[in-house]
């Protein structure tokens, strides 16, 4: 999958500033699955091109089971259209490479950031199954001169006729920031199946994007409505929201954004990698009755509650407010009976022995241990393992080996003001091996998130199977 950024503005290097790679340079960064290469295939004072070529590789793809859950048969989990069609792996990857530019900031060429300019972007093959109508519909209205050219199946069988992926071209005079918010939206509107698990983070991310234009753009419903999986209910708040143009939730996402962590983790949707882990790592274990521990605003609670397998989910946290929040976010009081019956949280701490911590098949502690103080984790630990002892057990906690990749955070700080702690991945094994041990557990490890030859990946987790 290859998109090129071409741009006539002179002198047309400063669009390395812009993008914040240098010309010279050929760059690759670490993705979940895969890696992007950015490099300059041309550099001069009057026509400047950089290149994002993303280089997804499908066998861990299919291992991850993150894409092709559903596919028909085994064979179309191995071979398929993602190494090479745009999809929701390229706005990941354009978010992660090129964040700062998506977000109209350059720190030497502030003012060129906030001008439009003559680009010219190319992608090699876009999925439109509506065809070359969808293509025009969706970016002529943002002020693009579309080019598309639907590519042959294969060109030593025309027999078989024409595919379904497009060359594309769009010609604009716009901000570099807006032509990449344009691609990270629409894109994955196009190809209309994402890889990642859509939650109501997703709303968020959307309008925090598409804000501006998608309010005005005629194709807005099709958009969100793609964007957001075919997820009714969001689709609706979204489309709401837009609308009335502002935000109901404003104050709670005040408070969220204070969060450097959720800032710091945001641009490559980590608590969305997350969460799509966890629920993987449950689904396989065939737990019906879960309990979260430290739920926060409950959104691993409310993802559960969509699961057909699960019969029980149990959010617990110390914190009243968050429980509040969660009981809105999950629209307890509003929930049908059935659905209702499900669903129970209450207000407890990791660290005492609790009778409603027991007769659960699994127990999530997701981002949690961090927030306990280490010399209480002896008592987490006998709380959990000792008294509970449920059969599975999902802990992950963050890698400080990854925190020198946030450019945002200062050196030898942490991700978030309340962590007490935060582990290496070798301080983590060292802890969670002992405690398998201690309990009679056996236990792995996961990463989560972009995985960097050097530091790991951003999160870490462990799986403890009794
Ligand atoms: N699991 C959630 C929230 C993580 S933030 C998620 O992934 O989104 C950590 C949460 O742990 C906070 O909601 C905090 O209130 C809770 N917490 C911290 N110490 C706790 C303790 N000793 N007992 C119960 N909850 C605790």
């Given at each position: 999958?290859?998109?090129?950024?071409?741009?006539?503005?002179?002198?047309?290097?400063?669009?390395?500033?812009?993008?914040?790679?240098?010309?010279?340079?050929?760059?690759?960064?670490?993705?979940?699955?895969?890696?992007?290469?950015?490099?300059?295939?041309?550099?001069?004072?009057?026509?400047?091109?950089?290149?994002?070529?993303?280089?997804?590789?499908?066998?861990?793809?299919?291992?991850?089971?993150?894409?092709?859950?559903?596919?028909?048969?085994?064979?179309?989990?191995?071979?398929?259209?993602?190494?090479?069609?745009?999809?929701?792996?390229?706005?990941?990857?354009?978010?992660?490479?090129?964040?700062?530019?998506?977000?109209?900031?350059?720190?030497?060429?502030?003012?060129?950031?906030?001008?439009?300019?003559?680009?010219?972007?190319?992608?090699?093959?876009?999925?439109?199954?509506?065809?070359?109508?969808?293509?025009?519909?969706?970016?002529?209205?943002?002020?693009?001169?579309?080019?598309?050219?639907?590519?042959?199946?294969?060109?030593?069988?025309?027999?078989?006729?024409?595919?379904?992926?497009?060359?594309?071209?769009?010609?604009?005079?716009?901000?570099?920031?807006?032509?990449?918010?344009?691609?990270?939206?629409?894109?994955?509107?196009?190809?209309?199946?994402?890889?990642?698990?859509?939650?109501?983070?997703?709303?968020?991310?959307?309008?925090?994007?598409?804000?501006?234009?998608?309010?005005?753009?005629?194709?807005?419903?099709?958009?969100?409505?793609?964007?957001?999986?075919?997820?009714?209910?969001?689709?609706?708040?979204?489309?709401?929201?837009?609308?009335?143009?502002?935000?109901?939730?404003?104050?709670?996402?005040?408070?969220?954004?204070?969060?450097?962590?959720?800032?710091?983790?945001?641009?490559?949707?980590?608590?969305?990698?997350?969460?799509?882990?966890?629920?993987?790592?449950?689904?396989?274990?065939?737990?019906?009755?879960?309990?979260?521990?430290?739920?926060?605003?409950?959104?691993?609670?409310?993802?559960?509650?969509?699961?057909?397998?699960?019969?029980?989910?149990?959010?617990?946290?110390?914190?009243?407010?968050?429980?509040?929040?969660?009981?809105?976010?999950?629209?307890?009081?509003?929930?049908?009976e059935m659905r209702r019956k499900k669903v129970a949280l209450f207000q407890g701490s990791l660290t005492y022995r609790d009778r409603r911590f027991s007769d659960c098949d699994a127990a999530c502690a997701i981002e949690v241990i961090e927030h306990i103080d280490a010399s209480r984790l002896g008592a987490f630990e006998r709380v959990l393992f000792e008294f509970a002892k449920p059969p599975t057990v999902v802990i992950t906690t963050p890698n400080i080996e990854y925190n020198v990749r946030f450019a945002s955070l200062p050196m030898g700080r942490l991700r978030h003001r309340d962590h007490r702690f935060e582990w290496t991945r070798q301080e983590f094994r060292f802890w969670c091996a002992?405690?398998?041990?201690?309990?009679?557990?056996?236990?792995?490890?996961?990463?989560?998130?972009?995985?960097?030859?050097?530091?790991?990946?951003?999160?870490?987790?462990?799986?403890?199977?009794?």
């Amino acid at each position: 999958m290859l998109l090129t950024i071409e741009t006539t503005h002179r002198p047309a290097t400063d669009l390395g500033y812009l993008l914040a790679k240098h010309p010279d340079k050929c760059q690759t960064f670490p993705l979940a699955y895969g890696s992007a290469h950015v490099f300059y295939p041309e550099v001069a004072e009057d026509r400047c091109t950089a290149a994002l070529l993303l280089d997804i590789d499908p066998v861990g793809l299919a291992r991850g089971h993150r894409w092709g859950r559903n596919s028909d048969g085994t064979l179309a989990r191995y071979v398929n259209d993602r190494p090479y069609a745009a999809s929701s792996f390229l706005s990941v990857a354009i978010a992660q490479v090129f964040g700062s530019a998506m977000k109209g900031v350059s720190k030497d060429r502030q003012e060129l950031a906030d001008t439009p300019l003559p680009l010219d972007a190319r992608l090699s093959a876009v999925p439109s199954h509506g065809g070359e109508y969808l293509l025009h519909g969706l970016f002529e209205p943002l002020g693009y001169q579309v080019e598309a050219r639907r590519i042959a199946l294969d060109t030593t069988f025309p027999e078989w006729g024409e595919g379904y992926a497009f060359e594309l071209r769009l010609q604009a005079e716009v901000r570099l920031a807006d032509l990449l918010t344009h691609l990270y939206v629409l894109i994955p509107v196009l190809d209309d199946q994402k890889h990642y698990w859509v939650g109501d983070d997703e709303v968020d991310k959307l309008l925090e994007k598409g804000g501006d234009w998608l309010r005005t753009h005629p194709m807005r419903e099709q958009i969100t409505l793609r964007y957001l999986k075919h997820r009714r209910s969001l689709y609706r708040d979204a489309l709401e929201r837009l609308m009335a143009g502002d935000d109901p939730e404003s104050e709670v996402r005040e408070v969220e954004k204070e969060q450097e962590e959720a800032v710091l983790e945001c641009s490559m949707s980590l608590s969305d990698q997350r969460l799509g882990a966890v629920l993987a790592v449950l689904r396989d274990s065939g737990a019906t009755h879960v309990l979260d521990l430290g739920c926060g605003e409950g959104k691993l609670v409310g993802a559960l509650l969509k699961e057909q397998s699960i019969a029980r989910v149990v959010g617990v946290d110390v914190s009243m407010r968050s429980l509040e929040r969660a009981s809105d976010r999950l629209k307890l009081d509003r929930m049908p009976e059935m659905r209702r019956k499900k669903v129970a949280l209450f207000q407890g701490s990791l660290t005492y022995r609790d009778r409603r911590f027991s007769d659960c098949d699994a127990a999530c502690a997701i981002e949690v241990i961090e927030h306990i103080d280490a010399s209480r984790l002896g008592a987490f630990e006998r709380v959990l393992f000792e008294f509970a002892k449920p059969p599975t057990v999902v802990i992950t906690t963050p890698n400080i080996e990854y925190n020198v990749r946030f450019a945002s955070l200062p050196m030898g700080r942490l991700r978030h003001r309340d962590h007490r702690f935060e582990w290496t991945r070798q301080e983590f094994r060292f802890w969670c091996a002992g405690v398998a041990e201690r309990h009679g557990y056996g236990v792995r490890f996961l990463p989560i998130g972009p995985e960097d030859p050097e530091v790991g990946s951003p999160t870490q987790m462990a799986v403890f199977r009794k």
